[in-house]
């Protein structure tokens, strides 16, 4: 038996199952291969504030309260999030509630009123959201980090967007920015949990006319030119520094995909890693830290994140380098190779255990990659990882790339940082 | 059908179990009925430390990190929480390693080391926290709310206790208080997931030979007597946050329904079509956000809606609440308006036990603070059975019991706000 089921209706649409007969919710999802990836500097923020104005009203539910009060009485839960290069909205509510949560997530998505006097109000809101963001630095590093990396293109703003571009928004803004982007071919409807029958004659109703070719995308990331290590400081009076250091690495459908998630693992998964033991219990250089490998469909990074002493983030910044080398240098001890993967193979079983978990799984590969595939191909892929592809894939993107590093906290100085990683 | 099966060892620790065939993974947990609650007054905050002792080593796994990568080895996923009247302990694995995560969990709680220096990098750790809790006005003014109805004793406490009393514990007293009240009797097994017939011998084997004297639990609760309705932190801020309601029923009683949809169509949970949500964010915007919640006691319990509002229309707002509570006090609820607020109610119920640690999670709680794992049914069919006369009698006993109000904010009359009470 498979985990998931694909239809795609006449209109190009998919519509992707995971019927998990056991369970008593559903969860409707509609991702679509859309977000702040897809603006342009003038539009930048219009995906997550479109976010925002879809709980705002529609025709048929002309208030947040319609919306809100149809949803809260099937008991349902609703939430969205909107990343760089997709966006999801959903509703978990029992079973035999789907086709109101279905109808409701059709209607907002399809048909909300985009009033002007709305979207004035919600910018308030949307810059408060900003200026909270900008105040919290172990939010905001990693997006300086990606400025680093990708710089000034669309790859490298924030989701959150710049206030000129919120306060600029007009109803047009997004009516343009969803007819383009918000078509059959780019967005999946998902259900997974139990599924009871006739969804894809209700899918049909609600989605089987929804036009546009929503052809093209946005131009594919460039490589930011370097020669040397690449540091960007933000400037932040705090008593704490904040840090992203790190490399390019491979897109998410690379082979060495699975190397790369174990080469992660073994350098910042969790208080056995290596950089949690070298740099926060060894060194107490860091009061948390972290390693991770995050990938887009063209671009990716592996990466180490930080809150450090400000006195002490010279050694901090010398010794997640070091560990970083190292990976490359010498090849991962077989006992450290399996506890990695078997922490990455147990997280994974874990998160595809609810419904919700499972079809969001299967949704994030058919929209970005193309196709959901079976968890055991995870599993599979994981299992498949011997030390020597774990050294190849380090040697390949650690020692091949300058690194770098994103800083907020009351420093100025970037050469200072610069001479530390030549 | 009931869903926990339910037994108790010889030496009195109790162990419920729901198999669920379904599912892959398996969480374990230990409930122990012990919390802040049964704290003498010097002790403030030794149950939260004691928890976080907890996880610093054991005989046979001796640091925090051995600990640690224990659980990442087998992919595991592991945390705890303490409150007033529980101590809960909770590891999720895969069906495979039930006994590792088993045999982690019941070491924890009979062998903790208590280190010395362990204690003094964790007091550190848990200032900090404390301190951090004191920047941010709505993470404690629900404490101060709590301390206004009870006043000095165990349950008008807060759990973490204060920077004094923290930096007091030492490994003596900590260890006091873990020998005194993790004790056989006080003690609940839950195991749900893909478990099978070997795992009532496997907590026999782990658990069974756990001896340790038992204690007398704390005092009941008095009625605090005191005229006091207002309680007041002045401090300079650009929202101020407060928390107004009154007392309600204790846990075993007949009303717990009727209370928890009486704070669910007020503002129960975050659901956005409540009454306080519309009228203070959505229509007037008074207020950043709001909710209302219950939380009850083994002998006391409280209804309150608590939120972050604007400083210049702070007596709009708290006007604004006290008229929802007595509304709710004379009117009763419409039909749909009542429906809405149940299927929310019991929606969100539902899915929160849709999770093998969900469900056991519920069964353990019970078992632990109320003597009795209650069926999920229980709960689903007192909330069928509550009527609109229901809700309006607990609204209205809570009106007559007082309207009470804890704010943080930049104003220094507690008086005004009395008169706002009525």
Known sequence: MTSFERHTLENGLRVLTAPMPQAQSVTCFVMCAAGSRYETWETNGIAHFAEHMFFKGTERRPTARDIAGEVDAIGGEFNAFTSKEYTGYFVRCAAASRDVALDVLADMLRHSKFNAEEIEREKGVIVEEMNMYLDTPRDLVDNIYEQVLYGDQPLGWMVIGHKDAVQNARRETFLEYLDRWYTPQRMVLGVGGRIEPGLLARAEELFGDVDGNGAGGPPPVEPVAADGPRVKIHRKDSDQAHLCLGVPSYPLQHPDRYPLQLLAMVLGGGMSSRLFTEVRERRGLAYYVFGVNHSYTDAGTLYSQAGVDLTRIDDAVTTIGGELKKMADERVPSDELEKARSFAKGRFVLQIESPQGMIQFGLRREVLEGGAVEPQEVLDGLDAVTAEDVQRVAQDVIAANGFALAVVGPFDDADRFERLLA | ?422
């Not at chain 2, 941010?136 to 101060?144: I, K, T």
């Not at chain 2, 920077?163 to 195991?191: H, I, K, M, S």
């Not at chain 2, 704390?218 to 928390?243: G, N």
């Not at chain 2, 709710?328 to 093998?356: D, H, Q, W």
């Open chain 2, 1 to 422: 059908m009931t869903a926990f099966e339910r037994q108790t060892l010889a030496n009195g620790v109790r162990v419920i179990s729901a198999p669920l065939p379904h599912a892959a993974s398996v969480a374990c947990v230990i409930g122990l009925a012990a919390g802040a609650r049964y704290e003498a007054p010097a002790a403030g905050g030794f149950a939260h430390f004691t928890e976080h002792m907890v996880f610093t080593g054991t005989a046979r796994r001796s640091t925090m990190t051995e600990l640690a990568a224990e659980v990442e080895t087998i992919g595991g996923q592991q945390n705890a929480s303490t409150s007033k009247e529980l101590t809960n302990y909770w590891i999720k694995v895969g069906a495979d390693h039930v006994a590792t995560g088993l045999d982690l969990l019941a070491d924890m709680i009979r062998n903790s080391r208590f280190d010395a220096a362990d204690v003094e990098r964790e007091k550190g750790v848990i200032v900090e926290e404390v301190k951090r809790k004191f920047q941010s006005p709505g993470d404690y003014v629900d404490e101060l709310f709590e301390a206004l109805l009870y006043g000095d004793q165990p349950i008008g406490r807060p759990v973490d206790g204060t920077e004094e009393t923290v930096r007091a514990a030492d490994r003596e007293t900590l260890f006091d208080f873990y020998e005194r009240w993790y004790t056989p009797r006080r003690t609940v097994v839950g195991l749900a997931g893909k478990i099978d017939g070997n795992s009532a011998a496997l907590v026999e084997e782990l658990i069974g030979d756990f001896e340790r004297e038992d204690h007398e639990g704390p005092e009941p609760a008095v009625r605090h007597a005191s005229d006091r309705r207002v309680e007041l932190e002045s401090k300079e801020m650009e929202q101020a946050e407060l928390c107004l309601g009154g007392r309600a029923c204790p846990l075993g009683h007949p009303d717990r329904y009727a209370t928890h949809l009486l704070a669910t169509l007020l503002g129960g949970g975050g659901m956005m079509s409540s009454r306080l949500y519309q009228e203070l964010v959505a229509e007037r915007g008074l207020a950043y956000s709001v909710f209302a919640t219950v939380q009850s006691y083994v002998d006391a319990g409280a209804v309150w809606a608590q939120g972050g509002v604007d400083v210049d229309r702070i007596d709009e707002a708290v006007t604004a609440i006290a008229a929802a509570f007595r509304r709710a006090a004379e009117e009763s609820v419409s039909s749909a308006e009542l429906e809405k607020a149940r299927n929310y109610a019991k929606g969100r119920f539902a899915f929160a036990l849709e999770t093998p640690l969900g469900l056991v999670s519920f069964g353990v709680r019970r078992e632990a603070v109320e003597g009795q794992a209650a069926d999920p049914d229980e709960v689903l069919d007192g909330l069928d059975a509550v009527t609109a006369a229901d809700v309006q009698r607990v609204a209205s006993d809570l009106v007559a019991g007082g309207l009470h109000l804890a704010v943080v904010g930049p104003f220094d009359d507690a008086g005004r706000f009395e008169t706002l009470l009525g």
